[in-house]
């Protein structure tokens, strides 16, 4: 299977597939897009790709639900599958054994190529002219606080010394064409890295790339070990490292196949603010805060380009299938070095990610003679409710083999036939 090293050889795949619909007539810019992506995730649909959106120059186009599930009944997880490279009829187990396998590989460190042949350099934007209102940047829920000018790009920084790259998706605001405001959360990778530039007193550099290969995205979104570089583990998922590029107003490099390329300066004062916007559990927000400010000081883009957007909200969208597979892949390496058996694990995009499901082979007993149940069950939740990237969730099912735990039915028939309190045990025949 061969991997996509840009965005629009990955579009091609979904079309083949039928998991692709071009909507040519043309959409509003400002709630359209926003509404399609949301209607496309609560029904399985085909991608929407907008290819005629009001208020942008011709060619201009946003794609939605970038990683969401798959209109391909036979295939749920194709979008994820072939963003990863493998197989688009992947199960879930594939996919997690795949992550799994990568975390053992070693890292290859992106590799620069030519700038004045890279697609993400072909138009180039600065000062004046390098303004966000030439890009199609929808609202995403209609009671947010702002255009979020990211929602599926990379977010990328490195730190004062230059030891630490890395690459994330983090929510960004639109403010106006030269300005965005950005979560800034401390304990995040991007926070800490944020933290070092305020010390020093200097605004950090920063890149928002929109549109990178699907691999890329998927990296950034899912926990992979702290002190990996997401580019080097792409790198190590394709065998060969990312294509970048010298910035043209940071010293940082960038993806050279990406559809557009956002660099600039971040405040060190929390200077704007920032929010609400529409969260994965299905709620719409209504908090702002403080955030700091991203300056904008020079664009480039590919013909034509593709700027991703991802509405979070009521499942299923890529908060969830993106967010599930990392944090399955996560918890199977904890168990696995824990010496606990366990054959899988899911978190249901239908719970909004907020359960958690392990699953356990069937001969368990033979390989912890000594363990009870109970206490199997109390060292699983020792290792999963201590681990970072499982910090949101409130409950684990432990289930046998029998059970799908991609199929929330077959989840619901085994809480439902083995979950029993005391007092309705004891009425049991
Ligand atoms: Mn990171």
């Known amino acids: 299977m061969t991997h996509h090293k840009d965005l629009r050889s990955y579009l091609d795949a979904l079309d083949a597939l039928g998991d ?26 085909p991608a929407p790709l907008m290819e005629n959106i009001r208020g942008v120059p011709p060619g201009f186009r946003i794609l939605g639900a970038p990683a969401a599930r798959s209109s391909r009944k036979d295939m749920p997880y194709a979008r994820v599958a072939l963003s990863l490279g493998l197989e688009p009829g992947s199960t879930v187990p594939q996919i997690v054994d795949a992550l799994l396998a990568n975390r053992e590989r070693p890292g290859i460190k992106p590799v620069r190529v030519d700038a004045a042949t890279a697609p993400s350099r072909k138009h180039i934007l ?13 609202f995403a829920h209609d009671s947010d606080g702002g255009r979020y000018a990211n929602t599926w790009g990379m977010l990328i920084a490195k730190t004062p010394d230059g030891r630490w790259t890395n690459w994330s998706i983090a929510r960004v605001m639109k403010v106006d064409g030269k300005r965005m405001a950005g979560l800034m959360v401390p304990s ?3 926070g800490q890295i944020w933290g070092e530039w305020v010390k020093l007193g200097k605004p950090m ?13 998927c990296a950034a979104g899912i926990p992979i070990p702290a002190d990996v570089n997401e580019a080097d583990y792409v790198g190590a998922l394709w065998g060969e ?27 060190i004062e929390r200077d ?7 969260e994965y559990s299905g709620y719409l927000g209504s908090e702002s805060s403080m955030q700091p400010t991203f300056h904008v000081e020079t664009i480039s883009y590919r013909d034509d380009p593709i700027w991703p957007l991802v509405v979070a909200g009521r499942p299923a969208d890529e908060s969830h299938t993106i967010w599930a597979m990392g944090m399955a892949a996560d918890a199977m390496a904890l168990l696995r070095a824990a010496g606990l058996p366990v054959t899988t694990a899911w ?3 239908e719970s909004a990610v907020h359960w958690f499901v392990v699953v356990v082979p069937n001969h368990w ?4 003679p000594d363990t009870t149940t109970e206490a199997f069950a109390r060292k699983v939740g020792e290792v999963l409710f201590s681990a970072s990237s499982l910090v949101f969730i409130p409950k684990i099912f432990l289930v046998d083999e029998d059970i799908d735990p991609t199929k929330i039915a077959d989840v619901a028939w085994a809480l439902a036939r083995n979950c029993w309190s005391q007092q309705s045990s004891a009425a049991q025949p």
């Open 188 to 190: 995040q990778h991007i």
């Open 126 to 138: 600065r000062g004046d002219d390098a303004n966000l209102d030439r890009f199609p940047i929808p």
């Open 347 to 349: 978190a249901p995009e």
């Open 272 to 278: 704007c603010p920032e929010g609400p916007y529409g």
């Open 20 to 45: 692709l619909a071009h909507i040519t007539r043309e959409v509003d810019g400002d709630m359209e897009p926003g509404a399609i992506t949301r209607l496309a995730c609560e029904t399985d649909a």
């Open 205 to 217: 550099p920063y890149a928002l790339v929109q549109g990178v290969a699907p691999a890329i995205a």
């Open 241 to 267: 490292g990312i294509e970048v590029v010298p910035g043209l107003s940071v010293d940082l490099d960038v993806p050279a196949h990406a559809e557009v390329v956002i660099e600039g300066h971040v405040s």
């Open 365 to 368: 007993r033979e390989l912890l």
